[in-house]
């Protein structure tokens, strides 16, 4: 799997005082936890993590080693931590369509999902806005179920639909069988009304779904070559608020993926990666950077390594060819300036700097080429990105971040390749380094640690 850095390089300027764990249920069986959940009217905490990445984990315990945290995890959630690599991890994650790395997922007894997070962050700040999340999202849960109960009594009507399609689509069930039973309801007018058009685009209408089809087959007409836009659908979209576009862009875009993938598709892919592309425009050059992210990643999960090898050289090669420091500088002021008169005069807020994600993109492609590659010539590739990553951060990143680890991973995934190529004196000399800054970072360096012992045994596999 990819090497995932769980915390991002964030100024922030909010604290949390860490005195207690988050207690979980030592080995749980997921049929009484659901049982416990229903008979002390609580929610659940799953996070489910992968051994492979031990850093992650590491991030992720001390995230939860806070006192408000605890507190509020104890009065309202039943907690669970899941290795993915067991037997009930892996029946679990199967049973929620868990699809690698790191995940935080909040579920009621009845296991609709009611807030998700992928990855892992040492800041508790971030799992007590989950709660939050999860609890307000599940007061909702009652509402929905009497929708369902007249929607099965034969209620069909569009009124209903339009509270029952975004109440599902909320506790990610499935609704695209009911947003083709609203298109069949619709007349070719109806579909034409701003009103109308707005509520399908605001439920995220999946690609190649006879929903959307249908819908841009009958807007698709009297517009003519040189206007902004090339229908009347996406005239209306961007009367949404951004934010919410960017949102419901994202889940078009996951859920296409996830398809793809599912389905070994490829051709379906080219559509989803041409979908992505376009939520770039007009900045093309990123555009086609994120569409080769896709396809190498289509890859990775396909399992489709000698493709995935390929991939991952051409979208490496465009990350070094576009992280020009000046730019990304520039790139970073901007949001930072942004955000500060965003918050108003003197007022808190965090920031990550767009530049993080050239080298935290880097560094996790050369990590899997130390998972993955097995030839020198690839190996000495993997090499020179890791390097880049590491000379980016240090020229990036900002003077006054909160010094997250990020720098002992890249030294780590340095010392790795140097070792599988054997240059065992130069990888030890490298992984003293990234041992040496974990703990300048205060961050767990159990894995870091390990490594270092193995290498110097000469053992590390």
């Known amino acids: ?140 849960v009652g509402s929905i179920a009497e929708l369902e109960k007249k929607y099965r009594a034969g209620d069909k009507s569009r009124t209903l639909l339009e509270k029952l399609i975004p109440a599902r689509r909320e506790l990610s069930k499935e609704y695209e069988g009911l947003l083709d039973e609203y298109i069949g309801q619709c007349t070719i007018d109806t579909l034409q009304s701003v009103r109308v058009v707005k509520f399908l685009l605001q439920q995220g209408l999946p690609i190649g779904s006879k929903a959307r089809n249908n819908l841009y087959a009958v807007n698709g007409k009297n517009f003519k070559p040189g206007q902004r836009f090339t229908n009347h659908v996406d005239s209306i979209f961007y009367f949404i608020p951004y934010p919410e576009r960017v949102t419901l862009n994202r889940q078009v875009i996951d859920k296409g993926f996830e398809k793809a993938v599912k389905e070994k598709n490829q051709n379906f892919l080219y559509q989803v990666t041409n979908f992505l592309m376009h939520t770039y425009s007009p900045d093309y050059s990123m555009g086609n950077l994120m569409h080769q992210r896709m396809i190498m990643n289509y890859h990775r999960q396909t399992k489709d390594t000698l493709q995935f090898l390929q991939h991952s050289q051409h979208y490496a090669t465009a990350l ?119 703990k300048e970072a205060s961050m767990p360096s159990k894995t870091i640690d390990e490594a270092l012992s193995k290498m110097k045994a000469g053992t590390l596999r």
């Open 320 to 438: 070094v060819l576009q992280a020009n420091v000046d730019s990304l500088k520039k790139k970073d002021e901007r949001l930072y300036q942004q955000r500060a008169k965003q918050s108003g005069n003197g007022g808190s807020f965090s920031y990550s700097p767009p530049s993080q994600w050239y080298y935290t993109e880097l560094n996790s492609v050369a990590w899997s080429y130390w998972e993955m590659a097995k030839y020198t010539e690839n190996l000495e590739k993997a090499l020179g990105w890791s390097k880049k990553s590491i000379e980016l951060y240090e020229k990036l990143r900002p003077a006054n971040a909160v010094n997250s680890g990020q720098q002992a991973a890249f030294l780590d995934t340095y010392a790795h390749l140097l070792y599988k190529m054997g240059r065992r004196d130069e990888a030890i000399e490298w992984q003293t380094k990234a041992v040496e800054a974990q």
């Open 1 to 140: 799997m990819f090497k995932r850095l769980s915390t991002l390089a964030l100024l922030v300027f909010t604290s949390l005082t860490a005195f207690s764990q988050i207690h979980f249920i030592n080995k749980p069986s997921w049929p009484q936890v659901l049982k416990q959940a229903q008979k002390e009217k609580k929610l659940i905490f799953l996070h489910l993590e992968d051994s492979k990445c031990g850093q992650c984990n590491e991030v992720a315990t001390q995230g939860f080693n806070n006192t408000a945290l605890t507190e509020k995890y104890s009065l309202h959630f039943i907690s669970v931590r899941l290795d993915t690599e067991t037997p009930e991890g892996k029946s679990v994650g199967d049973r929620l369509n868990y699809k690698g790395g790191p995940l935080s997922l909040y579920l009621d007894a009845d296991e609709n999902i009611l807030a998700r997070f992928p990855g892992t962050t040492s800041f508790p700040i971030k799992y007590l806005e989950l709660a939050d999340q999860a609890i307000a999202q599940s007061k909702k």
